[in-house]
C-alpha cells in the first residue's frame, strides 16, 4: 500500500496552513493579489483571527456549520481559515447555483450562518425565510437586509489575537457539496489531515510548489481543484496566489495571465480549448509559465499540441474528486504522455475492476477505485450513499479507466456513461476526443440517443470552430474521419451542429441535458 507519513500531531487545527507562514518568518511576504490589491500572510492571519473571534462572539460552538458563498478574493481565505481556526465547520459552497439549491444546503446542513458576498445576497434573502436554524446572515462587501450583520463591521471590531480550538487531526474541518450529477448533492465531509496530505502528494511530488512560485487558478475556490491550486497549495509554501472574482472567460484568463506573469496556471480542458479559439491566441505572452495543469475532464491530445506549440509550456494532465479533495493520478513534469490522465500518484493506490469487483486485464476498462488518506469518511446523512461510495478503505469514483503497459491511465467515460451500440461498447470520451482532431471542430459532446427502432445510437452535439459553416457535407466528413481513426462501430450515426454545450460550474460537460 503507498503511504505518505504526515507526521502531525494528534491536536492538529488546520489553520496552520496558513499561520505555519509567521513562523518561518513570511510575515510581511505578499500572499494573494486580487486585482490591484494585495494581503501579506500577516494581513491574512490577523484578519482570520479576526473572524474565528468574531464568529466566537456570535455564541457560534466548535463544530457548527456555517455556510461560506464567497467570491475569489482574499475574503475567501480569512473567512476560511478564521472559521477552522475557531473550531466552527466552513461549507465551501458553489456561488453559480439558483437559490434552491442554497435553500437544500442550510436545511441538510443545519448550519447556523452565512457568510455571504454582497453580490449574492439577494439569493440568501430570497430562502431565508424557510431556513429557520440559520441564526446569523454577514454581508460582504454591501449591504444586506435589516436582519443582516456587516462584515466590516463585524470583523473589524472583533481582537486580533486567537488561539486554534484544540481540534484533532482526524476531527470535521470543512464540507463541500457534490454537483448532484447523480441526484441530491451529498454533503463531502473533511477532516483537519486531508489538506497536509493533498500537498505532500500532489503539490509537493508532483507540482514541485515551491516558496517563488506564483499560482493562478481559474477553477474557482468553491471547487475542489481550485481550493487546493489557488489557496492550500501555495499557503503551504509561502508562495503567492492570483485571485479573481470574475468569471473565468478566455479574454479575462489571459489578461491576468499576462498581467500578473505567474509560475503556474490551473484550468480545465473547455477553457483551454475557449482560450485556443481566440482570434489573437497565438500572440498571448504566456512566456512566465513552467507548467499548465488540466483537470475535471479528459484534455484532448490536439488541445494538448496546440497549447504546447503556442506557448511552448505543456499541460499536466490529472483526475481527482471532491471526495478524494484533489488529484490522485496525473502526469509527471518531464512524464508526460498526451491523451493519458497520466500515473498513480505516491501515496495513493488504484485498482480497476469489473462489475463484480474483480480486477481487469491491462488495457481492460474498468471502473477506478482509489485510496489514500485525503479521502472523505462519510458523506453526511447519506448512510446508503457513503456505502456505495465509500467501499471500505477504497472509494468508487463512478470514473472508467484503461491502462497501458507503462502505467499511464486513459479514461474511457463514467461508469454510467459507455454505450453499447451494434452490441459493442463506445466511450463517449473517446469519440470526442478525436472528433477535436478535426480543424472544423471546437468542442464536441457525444451522448447516446434510442431511435424509432429502440436501438442505441450515437449522437455528436458539434460547435464549429470559427469560419466553418453546418452542411451536410461536413457530416460525412466528421463521420468518416471518426471511421479512419477509430474502430468503425464507434463513429456517430448522428450529427448535430449547436453553438455551445451545456456545462457546469466547473466545465464538464453535461450529457444528461444533451440526451434530453
Known sequence: ???????????????????????AGRENRTAVVCGE?????????????????????????????????????PVFPAAFFG?????????????????????????????????????????????????????????????GGSETLDWTELVGAAEVELDSDATHRDD????????????????????????????????????????????????????????????????????????MPGRPTPDAVFEQLEQHQPTLFFGVPTLYVAMLAQPNAKQRNLSSLRLCVSAAEALPREIFRQWQENYSVKIAEGCGSTEMLHIYVSNHPGRIKPGSTGQEI???????????????????????????????????????????????????????????????????GRSDDML??????????????????????LESGVVGITDETGLMRTKAFVVLAEGHKAQDALVTELQEFVKSRLAPHKYPRLVEFVPELPKTATGKIQRFKLRG
Open 346 to 412: 505516491e501515496g495513493y493506490d488504484l485498482k480497476l475492476a469489473d462489475k463484480s469487483g474483480n480486477p481487469v486485464a491491462q488495457g481492460e476498462a474498468g471502473d477506478m477505485l482509489v485510496r489514500g488518506d485525503s479521502s472523505a469518511p462519510y458523506y453526511w446523512n447519506k448512510p446508503e450513499k457513503t456505502a456505495q461510495t465509500m467501499r471500505g478503505e477504497w472509494l468508487f469514483t463512478g470514473d472508467r479507466y484503461w491502462q497501458d503497459e507503462d502505467g499511464y491511465y486513459f479514461f474511457a
Open 172 to 243: 470535521p474541518a470543512f464540507w463541500m457539496y457534490s454537483s448532484g450529477t447523480t441526484g441530491r448533492p451529498k454533503g463531502i465531509v473533511h477532516l483537519q489531515h486531508d489538506i497536509p496530505y493533498t500537498v505532500e502528494t500532489y503539490a509537493k511530488q508532483v507540482l514541485g510548489f515551491g516558496e517563488d512560485d506564483l499560482a493562478f487558478s481559474a477553477a474557482k475556490l468553491f471547487f475542489a481543484y481550485g481550493f487546493g491550486n489557488g489557496m492550500t497549495f501555495p499557503f503551504s509554501v509561502g508562495a503567492k496566489s492570483v485571485l
Open 83 to 143: 472559521a477552522v481556526r475557531s473550531g466552527v465547520v466552513p461549507i465551501i459552497t458553489n456561488t453559480m447555483l439558483p437559490s434552491g439549491d442554497y435553500e437544500y444546503f442550510l436545511q441538510d446542513s443545519e448550519a447556523e450562518a452565512v457568510i455571504v458576498d454582497a453580490a449574492l445576497y439577494p439569493k440568501i434573502a430570497e430562502i431565508r425565510g424557510n431556513c429557520p436554524g440559520v441564526r446569523h446572515v454577514i454581508v460582504v462587501g454591501g449591504e
Open 420 to 441: 453499447k451500440v451494434s452490441g459493442q461498447w463506445v466511450s463517449p470520451i473517446e469519440v470526442e476526443g478525436c472528433l477535436i482532431e478535426h480543424p472544423a471542430v
Open 37 to 73: 490589491e494585495s494581503w501579506t500572510y500577516g494581513q491574512l492571519a490577523t484578519q482570520a483571527n479576526r473572524v474565528g473571534n468574531a464568529l466566537r462572539g456570535l455564541g457560534l460552538q466548535p463544530g457548527v456549520r456555517v455556510m461560506q458563498l464567497l467570491l475569489d478574493t
Open 1 to 23: 500500500m503507498s503511504t505518505i507519513t504526515l507526521n502531525l500531531p494528534e491536536q492538529y487545527n488546520v489553520s496552520e496552513v496558513l499561520f505555519h507562514n509567521l513562523d
